[in-house]
């Protein structure tokens, strides 16, 4: 009996990335690889990278370095590095890193099983923009834990935020067809999946590149129709293009959740106008009233602290706004002058330190309102999706309600009454919160399916 080789496959960065390795997983076991989570015992190694941010660059390099010690310490004969970092820094990355065998970009990652089996003649494949993928033709391993996936209804992003390298790392938006993402989604469906989670860079404009506006409304009321799915979330929902249709849909739905990540940025109009943001503040506020209007709406949205110029009196403005709108979640990024960004080489860029003191000081803004919005859950009922056992403590398991956005937010842990009972990952159970955490809440299961 031959046996298979296998691989082991590090996947770093965004959902989206997620995604991508995801294919890859599934490529390689059409291809009679067998995945392994223990590099040790892999014949191939792929790192599948991110370099959104300095940081997260910094990561993938030291990522792909611990893994080329497997081709002197371990059975590793191939590494292979995929995704955003050899599409952003191109043959100088293969330079840099004589340890890796082979560069693939986010456009190229359909070449994996070649790259695997050695069929490729050259070490780099970097193509312009990202690989669209079919979902119910390409072979996907779902790597999410429970009842709950992505689902990828586009790629790239066609604006054009000073401050981010996305659109020249994954090229313009370009969307899948609503008739392509609802067949995965019932493929999704039939494999037990409950929930699915939308993303895409700019889901707000999903379709608008293949000339329909109304392509994100078509695809919702298609979802709420597909038996067996129970959830589904919107991720990375920009302000623009979120329209009153839109809004409704979500508030007359029982399917589409009340929780809207909407990254935002910042408040202060001039910041703002310097980002490219199209959306000012006045919109924003607008877009926020109407968000709360919606019964149990629960709001994410990610800031960005120090971009060039923000003045002590422009931070303090966002400071207030957060005290003030007091969202549920909130994520904040110090900035980081990414070379090939036009931020950039924006004059009066704000000290590394200063931006990271105003993160700490948002976050800890953020941290109280948080508390307060977990104890007041003390008392209430919620429906929760179980996921499985806790990777802190493997005898407890945990769940999400429909507030809690799977990997991003925390967890419901999972208690029963009397000593006992057993759920399934995947199963739906009502239960009543006794404690909360800053992040996490303790409920005992009172109702079963």
């Not at 935020?161 to 039939?190: D, H, M, N």
């Not at 695809?219 to 329209?243: D, H, K, Q, S």
């Not at 006992?420 to 159970?429: H, I, K, N």
């Amino acid at each position: 009996m031959v046996l298979k080789k296998k691989v082991h496959l590090v996947s770093l960065g965004c959902p989206k990335a997620r995604v991508d390795a995801e294919m890859m997983i599934g490529q390689m076991q059409a291809a009679g690889f067998e995945h392994t989570d223990d590099p040790a015992l892999a014949d191939a190694i792929v790192v599948n990278t991110c370099s959104f941010l300095q940081s997260a660059v910094d990561e993938s390099i030291d990522s792909i370095l611990a893994m080329s010690d497997y081709k002197t310490d371990g059975r590793c004969q191939n590494l292979v590095v995929t995704g955003c970092l050899p599409s952003r820094y191109g043959k100088e990355l293969a330079d840099e890193l004589p340890e890796v065998d082979l560069f693939l970009g986010t456009s190229d990652i359909d070449k994996i099983a070649a790259a695997l089996q050695r069929d490729l003649p050259e070490r780099t494949y970097i193509s312009e923009g990202s690989f669209l993928y079919d979902g119910g033709n390409a072979p996907r391993v779902k790597s999410m834990r429970g009842a709950s996936a992505y689902l990828k209804v586009a790629e790239g992003c066609s604006r054009s935020c000073t401050f981010c390298i996305i659109p020249k790392i994954r090229g313009k938006q370009r969307s899948r067809s609503v008739t392509e993402v609802l067949g995965e989604a019932r493929l999704l469906a039939a494999q037990g999946i409950k929930e699915v989670v939308l993303i895409a860079q700019d889901l707000t404009s999903y379709g608008v590149d293949l000339g329909d506006n109304r392509s994100l409304i078509t695809l919702l009321e298609g979802l709420e129709t597909i038996p067996g799915l129970r959830w589904v979330r919107l991720m990375y929902a920009y302000p623009w293009n979120f329209t009153d249709e839109l809004l409704s849909l979500i508030k007359d739905s029982d399917r589409v959740l009340p929780y809207i990540d909407m990254p935002l940025q910042h408040i202060s109009d001039r910041i703002l106008k310097a980002m490219r943001r199209n959306v000012l503040r006045e919109k924003q506020l607008e877009l926020i009233d109407k968000l709360r209007a919606v019964p149990g709406m629960v709001l994410r949205t990610t800031l960005i602290t120090g971009f060039p110029g923000e003045t002590d009196a422009e931070f303090q403005e966002l400071a207030d706004w957060i005290q003030d709108v007091e969202f549920d979640r909130v994520g904040v990024f110090a900035y980081s002058p990414e070379p090939g960004t036009p931020a950039a080489e924006m004059p009066d860029q704000v000290d590394p330190e200063v931006a990271e003191a105003r993160r700490g000081a948002l976050l800890a803004i953020q941290q109280g309102i948080h508390e307060e919005k977990m104890r007041k859950m003390i008392g209430e009922r919620l429906e929760v999706l179980v996921d499985g056992p806790s990777d802190e403590h493997p005898l407890v398991l945990e769940g999400r309600y429909y507030g809690q956005a799977p990997e991003i937010d925390g967890v419901v842990y999972l208690s029963f009454e009397d000593g006992g009972s057993f759920v399934r990952p995947g199963e739906f159970v009502e239960v009543e919160i006794e404690d909360a955490s800053e992040y996490d809440l303790v409920g005992v299961v009172l109702a079963e399916p």
